[in-house]
């Protein structure tokens, strides 16, 4: 109905009339003329969002997970075509100069349909938006991603033989090298936890508080640009990569902790795509 509606109004506006021949229509056919006329102007966007809506509505309802809210229940489509039924009786009956717009009924009562439909759906939309706004508020407090747009990891997670001592060791976090002054960006939301000054273990180092028990380490830095307590977004620049403290060469000693005394391996969270 509204691909009719569609080429009726490119029929008549875009390639047979002008604006004189346009007005002289409005005139013998009523108001129902400008409000199909005003409407073709908004048709084309809302064609495009009516398709996107019904292709993915059901889709984005599984993913709220969705059930019994009467909120998020999908309207039935013979109440939406009964509200904009009844919209254009309701008009009808108060104002009898409608009815010389009849030959143009059929196309406003599909667009409006339309547009019953995506206001009916409206609370869904909203509530999934909602729920993906929280869900990234969620996902930006755990430190996902890499705290250097480039380097080379020289060390792993785990047991390794010490660069430093040649004792075996186990390496709570990993080693990312590159060249001093490169900048460390922190990985997650969250506040500064502490910031230390030193010339032995992890040297120069911040320690991040996350949301959910998380906190990442960065260890060795040149400069540091934050402080203790100061309140963190994910992407900020936090300090420089260096060599201070008990080190071979320039590198970022990055930990990840579930809780303070439980480290875990930072590969995993990596590689994680961050929209």
């Not at 809210?69 to 919209?87: C, F, G």
């Not at 869900?135 to 480039?150: C, H, K, Q």
Request: hydrophobic letters at 35%; one cysteine or more.
């Amino acid at each position: 109905m509204i691909s009719i509606l569609g080429i009726a109004v490119f029929g008549i506006v875009k390639y047979n009339n002008t604006r004189k021949q346009i007005n002289a229509l409005s005139q013998v056919y009523g108001k129902y003329f400008d409000e199909y006329i005003e409407y073709s102007e908004q048709l084309e966007g809302v064609q495009d969002d009516f398709l996107a809506l019904t292709e993915n509505l059901e889709e984005i309802y599984s993913l709220i997970d969705g059930h019994g809210d009467e909120m998020l229940k999908l309207p039935d489509e013979s109440d939406i075509e009964t509200i904009a039924l009844a919209e254009l009786k309701t008009e009808e009956s108060a104002d009898k100069d409608l009815m010389l717009g009849r030959s143009y009924l059929s196309e406003i009562y599909g667009y409006r349909t339309a547009r019953v439909y995506m206001d009916k759906h409206r609370p869904l939309v909203d509530s999934v938006y909602d729920f993906l706004n929280l869900r990234y508020d969620v996902m930006d407090a755990i430190p996902f991603g890499e705290p250097l747009y480039s380097y080379n990891l020289t060390s792993y997670f785990g047991t390794r033989r010490s660069p430093t001592t040649g004792y075996m060791e186990y390496h709570d976090g990993i080693d990312l090298a590159n060249v001093p002054g490169t900048p460390i960006y922190a990985t997650g939301n969250g506040k500064i936890h502490r910031v230390i000054y030193s010339n032995r273990g992890y040297g120069n180092h911040i320690v991040i508080q996350h949301a959910n028990g998380y906190f990442s380490l960065f260890g060795h830095c040149t400069k540091i640009f934050v402080k203790d307590g100061q309140q963190i977004r994910k992407g900020n620049l936090i300090a420089t990569v260096g060599s201070t403290g008990n080190v071979t060469g320039p590198h970022l000693h990055y930990e990840i902790w579930i809780g303070e005394s439980n480290r875990t391996d930072p590969m995993e969270y990596l590689k994680v795509p961050v929209y």
